[in-house]
């Protein structure tokens, strides 16, 4: 059970090149979603889907576009990246229950560097 | 829209004594969860403890424990007997009864030292 698998871990880009972040999970997870974690800010939620074909926009959603065409993955697109993307990303899924038991499960993270 | 504070950038505790991690939150809703997260160098998120705002008993995670004050907005997390492997940033974190498990609102961590 590989749980919540982000690729690639590392990757440097220059600015106005775009690129994708893969977010697979193979938990049958209804939720997903996408946050950054920058020095000093903690991480803040990017998008999420709350199942495939649904999509919303998180707090920090500018610069990135999300799709969800099937329930095992969640890719992050950076149209035109940018110095301030510079940022660690991390997916993260849930099985949708009850708010006692659901536990969110997150993938080792991406470090982004854009130049 | 809520907002979660975490006003200790830098803790540093000596082995097998006792720290307190502060968290503070703000919101208009009456349900709610807290978390409390670890990470370590190895960036990895660990969940430590998690409080449901409608339970007023206080959770308790072997030599974890939380002060949860729902007036006063704030959550606290205890670490007893420190050991030198909880070393990591530590991150307070909300979710709204209405959202769901993946939409947490995080504070900006505190970052936890051992020292022998």
């Known amino acids: 059970n590989a749980g919540v698998t982000q690729t690639p871990k590392f990757q440097v880009l220059k600015t106005g090149q775009s690129m994708t972040l893969q977010c697979a999970q193979d938990?049958?997870?209804?939720?997903m979603s996408w946050y950054r974690q920058d020095p000093g800010m903690g991480l803040r939620l990017i998008h999420y889907?709350?199942?495939?074909?649904?999509?919303d926009q998180g707090e920090v959603p500018n610069g990135y576009n999300v799709s969800r065409s099937t329930t095992e993955d969640f890719p992050l697109r950076l149209l035109s990246a940018a110095p301030s993307q510079t940022s660690v990303y991390f997916c993260?899924?849930?099985?949708?229950?009850?708010?006692?038991?659901?536990?969110?499960?997150f993938g080792s993270g991406t470090q982004l560097s854009v130049l | 829209a809520q907002t979660v504070t975490q006003s200790q950038p830098e803790m540093s505790v000596q082995e097998a004594e006792t720290v307190t991690l502060s968290c503070t939150y703000d919101?208009?809703?009456?349900?709610?969860?807290l978390f409390w997260y670890k990470q370590p160098p190895s960036r990895q998120m660990i969940l430590v403890i998690r409080?449901?705002?409608?339970?007023?008993q206080n959770a308790t995670e072997n030599r974890f424990s939380v002060n949860f004050q729902k007036a006063a907005k704030s959550f606290s997390l205890k670490i007893s007997d420190s050991q030198l492997g909880d070393a990591a940033m530590y991150f307070c974190?909300?979710?709204?009864?209405?959202?769901?498990?993946?939409?947490?609102?995080f504070g900006t961590g505190t970052r936890l030292q051992v020292t022998l």
């Open positions: 919101t208009s809703e009456s349900d709610y969860y």
């Open positions: 993260a899924s849930s099985l949708r229950g009850t708010a006692t038991n659901e536990k969110l499960f």
């Open positions: 938990m049958n997870h209804e939720y």
């Open positions: 974190a909300y979710r709204s009864d209405t959202g769901t498990a993946s939409k947490l609102t």
């Open positions: 889907s709350v199942g495939a074909g649904i999509t």
């Open positions: 409080q449901e705002a409608y339970k007023q």
